[in-house]
């Protein structure tokens, strides 16, 4: 009975060891066309596999680990609910996962956004000793709060390409617009960034 058990248990090991291997070389979108037949393990490998990305996305954007951690689940609602919308000709899950996320970060944002005097994003680069022995950690939280002062359309630019290292073509999708516009909203927060930050060294030195 005893080896029964002990064989029982090997046997149930290697098939979970290989349903996790196959996951692992299936892609997003093998993976979401389960999903959609209802298969649950499809669902959190695919919410293993992107989560991070996502909810790294809209803490970039919010400055708010609460926020990123809603936004993260809601993600991954609107893809059990709206699944059957992605394209994949159109470019990757991730990129539509973006979209997403962007939809309900920006929800949260553009009334905050509105409401905040416009000058108030340049007291971070105020004072020229502001950055004086200052540690890797507090130039880094600098940076975050740089870029979370970004008007939204650049912000959202700027953590697509420069912080989660997105193609054009990828930020493109996500953010619903032409290549051409991805990279003038990426050039011009860049220039912002570049202005608040020059004086320390710190944008581009991959801190982030």
């Known amino acids: 009975m005893e080896l029964f058990t002990v064989q029982n248990e090997i046997h149930n090991g290697s098939c979970a060891k290989a349903s996790k291997q196959k ?5 997003d979108e093998q993976l979401l066309a389960r999903i959609l037949k209802g298969d649950e393990e499809a669902f959190a ?10 909810y790294r996305f809209a803490l970039h954007m919010t400055r708010n680990r609460t926020i990123a951690e809603d936004v993260t689940q809601e993600v991954f609602l609107a893809l059990l609910e709206n699944g059957r919308s992605f ?15 962007r939809n309900h970060v920006l929800k949260r944002i553009q009334k905050q956004w509105r409401d905040e005097p416009v000058d108030e994003a340049e007291q971070y680069a105020s004072n020229n000793d502001v950055f004086h022995d200052f540690t890797r950690g507090e130039i ?3 940076v975050r709060r740089a870029v979370v002062s970004l008007p939204p359309v650049y912000r ?10 997105a193609s054009y073509e990828e930020a493109a999708l996500a ?10 909203r990426l050039s011009r927060g860049r220039m912002i960034l570049a202005h608040k930050l020059a004086k320390y060294k710190v944008y581009g030195s991959k801190c982030v």
């Open 23 to 27: 996951q692992m070389s299936e892609s």
């Open 45 to 54: 490998a695919l919410y293993r596999r992107r989560q991070g990305p996502i």
């Open 87 to 101: 394209n994949a000709s159109c470019g990757t899950l991730l990129s539509f996962l973006y979209g997403i996320a």
């Open 140 to 142: 880094i939280e600098q």
């Open 156 to 165: 959202e630019a700027v953590v697509l390409c420069d912080l989660e290292n």
């Open 175 to 184: 953010l619903e617009c032409p290549v051409g516009t991805v990279r003038s």
